[in-house]
């Protein structure tokens, strides 16, 4: 059984340009959340996408945007790239939610750096 | 606003010792409390997930309790080995933060041999 994943794993970027990373539901989960986690931080919930619709959203610009597909897997895109956005991505992934007992089980992220 | 506070941020100790990492979170209205383990430039392993109505958990030599009421968590590791090596993060689910899991900022065990 796949677990959570995530790709690319590593990438460079320039200030300005946009990225898109993806992420793989494990199998048999319906909704996705994506994570940014700075240096010695916790990571900071950016959204979470529920049958193809974003359901909730966390403190983040314009600038990150998602999708979910039919499938449930994944992306975030990120615009107009700051230096301050250089982090690890995490894909996070679970059955419907507002369901206690419901582990979260979480990629091995892509990291992004942005020169 | 719910926040997530985690003690000790770095914790070092010989091996074969049994220690406890503590997290406190200030909206009691959770779900779901889990404890993860990261290790360095990895992603999230989930090791203990506590219910709302449930008081504690148990994983091998992991153990996870939750005092929801009072708004705290410890996690108990016995007989600690040099693979425990990493940062353990506690987050919650609920409340004010609705679907979105809220972390601490995690504590730092390193075990010697």
């Known amino acids: 059984d796949a677990g959570v994943t995530q790709s690319p794993t590593h990438l460079i970027k320039t200030r300005g340009q946009q990225v898109t990373l993806r992420c793989s539901p494990k199998s048999g989960h319906d909704t996705v959340s994506w994570y940014q986690q700075a240096l010695g931080q916790g990571p900071q919930f950016i959204f979470q996408?529920?049958?193809?619709?974003?359901?909730q959203r966390g403190n983040f610009p314009d600038r990150f945007s998602g999708h979910q597909f039919p499938n449930y897997s994944s992306e975030l895109n990120v615009n107009a790239l700051l230096l301050g956005d250089s982090a690890l991505y995490l894909c996070a992934s679970s059955l419907a939610t507002g369901q206690a007992g419901n582990t979260i089980y979480f990629g091995e992220g892509s990291w992004l750096t942005v020169v | 606003k719910q926040e997530v506070t985690q003690i000790p941020a770095a914790l070092s100790v010989p091996e074969g010792e049994n220690l406890v990492l503590n997290c406190s979170f200030t909206d009691s209205a959770i779900y779901n409390l889990q404890w993860f383990r990261q290790d360095p430039g990895k992603g999230l392993t989930s090791l203990l997930l506590?219910?709302?109505?449930?008081r504690e958990q148990t994983s091998g030599r992991l153990n996870a309790s939750l005092d929801k009421s009072s708004g705290r968590s410890t996690l108990y590791i016995a007989a600690s080995q040099p693979g425990d090596s990493a940062t353990y993060l506690c987050?919650?689910?609920?409340?004010?933060?609705?679907?979105?899991?809220?972390f601490g900022k995690g504590t730092t065990l390193s075990v010697s041999s």
């Open positions: 987050a919650v689910i609920g409340g004010q933060a609705g679907t979105a899991l809220i």
């Open positions: 996408y529920y049958e193809e619709e974003e359901r």
């Open positions: 506590i219910q709302s109505s449930q």
